[in-house]
Nanobody
């Protein structure tokens, strides 16, 4: 599956942004969709993951209640709605996917990656 991201950009502290991730290629396969982020000088970290049906999700603790992961599998598109953004959320955000139904938080699980999109939150 090839993944192409859109969205992101600049937001103020407390603001909102929405990221999209569109899949192409082997889209007839069921795949898990995950979001990671990588801030300068930090390790890449898991943000949220969703299974194919959209009925199982996981979030990192620091974004629970503020971020929402969703997907429209019929359109092979996933989303990450980010509300109440904080400056520490500034990072390059990546979507990642892998065939199957294992909602892993480990980046090594995922073989397909989007190109990354910058999210900058100003205080």
């Amino acid at each position: 599956v090839q993944l192409v991201q859109s969205g992101g950009g600049l937001a103020q502290d407390g603001g909102s942004l929405k990221l999209s991730c569109s899949g192409s290629g082997r889209t007839g396969c069921r795949y898990v969709l995950c979001w990671f982020r990588h801030a300068p000088g930090m390790v890449r970290e898991f943000v949220a993951v969703i299974n194919w049906n959209g009925d199982r999700t996981k979030y990192r603790d620091s974004v629970k209640g503020r971020f929402t992961i969703s997907r429209d599998s019929a359109k092979n598109t996933g989303f990450l709605q980010m509300n109440a953004l904080k400056p520490e959320g500034t990072a390059v955000y990546y979507c990642a996917g892998d065939v199957g139904d294992n909602i892993s938080v480990n980046s090594k699980t995922y073989r397909s990656w989007g190109q990354g999109t910058q999210v900058t939150v100003t205080s």
